[in-house]
């Protein structure tokens, strides 16, 4: 890892539970150039797109001058009024502080975290439903549950034109549509780079084919993000076996981070479903 990685892993290592991290940045550098700046103690990462710029996640420390230094750059290079300049990933407690210094903000994603040994155990009446698809799919087909190879990026590739196949007729005119078919590239970076940047993957193989695959990194001591899963979504009990899996193998973490929603009614039901222990509601601020 370069010096630049080093300083900006150390802008991550007292982050809350949050599943912004390094990699989740890197993955999707085709779409947005991220710079980590440093100034004395403050420290900043801005996130590039076309001509304008923002701040993804809250200066470092959080205070009223580093979150005033934030609008000031952004004024420059956006121009002035709302909506372009803004900073992203404010828990509830920087809201707070935010509003008292007399800036507007709003809710943006509500991320959701999950007990993994209650997952990776899938005991009782709350997760009947995910055994039950668990049990059909491993009593239909062979399954294997093993790590991403290089020699699997092919086939991950037509797994993913296939899963994307499968989405686009419900998500017509949506913002998901648009988050679709902009992430290919973020996948096939994390897939083919993230083992680099401390990303971990899986794949599922079916009778031989390869029918789902999802890649995480750890977050912090106790957290583990996972931020993609892709699966053949004509295969009953799929999406639960891969995840569910995952839970059983990180043993030494207490939370799994699966991110926000997307703002898809659907996705929000599918997470729900898994009984989160807690929904971590994240607020942009506007300038002042």
Same mark, same amino acid.
């Given at each position: ?10 802008f991550f290592s007292s982050a809350p539970a949050m599943s912004a991290s390094i990699p989740s940045? $890197?993955?999707?550098?085709?779409? #947005? ?10 420290? #900043? ?7 304008? /710029? ?9 205070? /009223? +001058? ?11 290079? &956006? ?9 992203? !990933? ?23 975290? *999950? ?5 990776? =155990? ?12 668990? &049990? ?16 699997? %990026?092919?086939?991950?590739?037509? $797994?993913?034109? %296939? ?12 913002? =998901? ?16 780079? =993230?083992?680099?940047? @401390?990303?971990?993957?899986? /794949? ?11 890649? =995480? ?8 993000? /996972? *931020?993609?899963?892709?699966? +053949?979504?004509?295969?009953? !009990?799929?999406?639960? *076996? ?14 799994? &981070?699966? @991110?926000?929603?997307?703002? %898809? ?24």
């Open positions: 890892m370069d010096l630049a990685l080093e300083k900006a892993a150390r940045f $890197l993955m999707w550098q085709d779409e #947005f150039a991220y710079a980590f700046t440093s100034k004395g103690p403050n420290s #900043f990462i801005l996130a590039h797109y076309d001509k304008y /710029v923002y701040f993804p996640i809250p200066p470092k420390p959080f205070n /009223v +001058d580093t979150l005033q230094t934030a609008f000031n750059y952004m004024k420059k290079v &956006n121009g002035p009024g709302t909506g372009i300049s803004r900073v992203e !990933g404010l828990t509830e407690e920087q809201k707070k502080m935010t509003e008292s210094w007399g800036f507007a903000t709003r809710p943006t994603f509500t991320e959701y975290l *999950y007990d993994r040994s209650q997952v990776a =155990g899938l005991h009782g009446d709350p997760y009947r439903a995910k055994r039950a698809e668990i &049990n059909h799919l491993v009593k239909e087909h062979s399954v294997v549950l093993r790590p991403y190879r290089e020699s699997d %990026l092919i086939a991950c590739g037509n $797994l993913f034109d %296939l899963w994307k196949a499968q989405r686009l007729p419900n998500l017509k005119g949506e913002m =998901g549509e648009k988050m679709l078919l902009s992430s290919q590239k973020a996948h096939f970076r994390a897939l083919h780079q =993230g083992e680099d940047w @401390g990303m971990d993957a899986w /794949v599922v193989i079916l009778e031989n084919r390869l029918a789902a695959y999802s890649v =995480g990194t750890p977050l912090s001591p106790d957290i583990y993000g /996972v *931020y993609l899963e892709v699966t +053949d979504l004509t295969v009953k !009990g799929l999406s639960a *076996y891969i995840f569910a899996n995952i839970c059983r193998q990180m043993e030494s973490f207490d939370l799994i &981070n699966t @991110g926000d929603a997307e703002g %898809l009614p659907r996705l929000a039901e599918s997470k729900e479903h898994w009984h989160p222990v807690r929904r971590l509601q994240l607020f942009a601020v506007d300038p002042r």
